[in-house]
T-cell receptor
């Protein structure tokens, strides 16, 4: 079974630009969560999607948005990039929002904002 | 609100020594408890989890953790450290009420030769 796939793995942007990151969950998993990981703040929950609907949201500004498609693939977008958005963005999937079990993580997309 | 505390942002042990990574949580109801590991330049993967039943949980790579309700702790141990154990370890807690994971800040495990 293929794991969680995130693209791109690395990217460099400049302040003010926007970025879109993609996540393909494990086949059959319908819940996709996004996290931001930085050395100073650790793992910060961004949002969770299930059946194309945002089910939970973390405490991030509106510049951070996401969506989920009917095949469960998800994208997140960050507009008007700031230096502080430099981070590793992790996607994780699980079968359902009602599942308290294991989260399966991708390898992440490392964003550098210059 | 639920919170998770991992004592020590960095823990250094010699190869072959005991590994002990501490995790305490705040919860008024029995939680679900997890330890994840993150190797350099990789995502997180599950080491072990406690949901119900036996309080001593065995995971991958020789790690185990014990759920102690009276101490609200879920410390991770391994009898003998290997160089390959160098990684960052995260403790997480969830409650059945909302299924969301609350994460600790992580502990970087350093193995000295």
């Amino acid at each position: 079974k293929a794991g969680v796939t995130q693209t791109p793995r690395y990217l460099i942007k400049t302040r003010g630009q926007q970025v879109t990151l993609s996540c393909s969950p494990i086949s059959g998993h319908r819940s996709v969560s996004w996290y931001q990981q930085t050395p100073g703040q650790g793992l910060q929950f961004l949002f969770e999607y299930f059946s194309e609907t945002q089910r939970n949201k973390g405490n991030f500004p509106g510049r951070f948005s996401g969506r989920q498609f009917s095949n469960s693939r998800s994208e997140m977008n960050v507009s008007t990039l700031e230096l502080g958005d430099s981070a590793l963005y992790l996607c994780a999937s699980k079968p359902s929002v009602l599942n308290t079990g294991e989260l399966f993580f991708g390898e992440g997309s490392r964003l550098t904002v210059l | 609100a639920q919170s998770v505390t991992q004592l020590g942002s960095h823990v250094s042990v010699s190869e072959g020594a005991l590994v002990l990574l501490r995790c305490n949580y705040s919860s008024s109801v029995p939680p679900y408890l997890f330890w994840y590991v993150q190797y350099p330049n990789q995502g997180l993967q599950l080491l072990l989890k406690y949901t119900t039943g036996a309080t001593l949980v065995k995971g991958i790579n020789g790690f185990e953790a014990e759920f102690k309700k009276s101490e609200t702790s879920f410390h991770l141990t391994k009898p003998s450290a290997h160089m390959s154990d160098a990684a960052e370890y995260f403790c997480a807690v969830s409650e059945e009420s909302n299924y969301q994971l609350i994460w600790g800040a992580g502990t970087k495990l350093i193995i000295k030769p």
